[in-house]
Nanobody
Framework: QVQLVESGGGSVQAGGSLRLSCAVTGIISSSYVMGWYRQTPQKQREMVAWITPGGITDYAASVKGRFAISRDHGENTMYLEMKTLKPEDTGVYYC?????WGQGTQVTVSS
């Protein structure tokens, strides 16, 4: 059974940092493109960042320069380092790989 489990969310003040993790079990993730998405009540789920098996990355314009996506093939885990957080970064962050999704982790940024 394939599972993606996010962790690392929480509440921070604007300007703060958080590091999200996505641990994959049940399958080797190294052959897949993986990504982070976020969803707020006001918006549809949007792509935040993605990373290829070879480490090529791309970001939503709103987070470029503040967020960094990475992955550790040995640990079967993907990360999202988030810095200089803004209130508009608030949302539920989901890990994605192919058709698989994690359960989401809440990030709340207060002004």
């Amino acid at each position: 059974q394939v599972q993606l489990v996010e962790s690392g969310g929480g509440s921070v003040q604007a300007g703060g940092s958080l590091r999200l993790s996505c641990a994959v079990t049940g399958i080797i993730s190294s052959s897949y493109v993986m990504g982070w998405y976020r969803q707020t009540p006001q918006k549809q789920r949007e792509m935040v960042a993605w990373i290829t098996p070879g480490g090529i990355t791309d970001y939503a314009a709103s987070v470029k320069g503040r967020f960094a996506i990475s992955r550790d093939h040995g640990e079967n885990t993907m990360y999202l380092e988030m810095k200089t957080l803004k209130p508009e970064d608030t949302g539920v962050y989901y890990c994605n790989m192919d058709t698989y999704w994690g359960q989401g982790t809440q990030v709340t940024v207060s002004s």
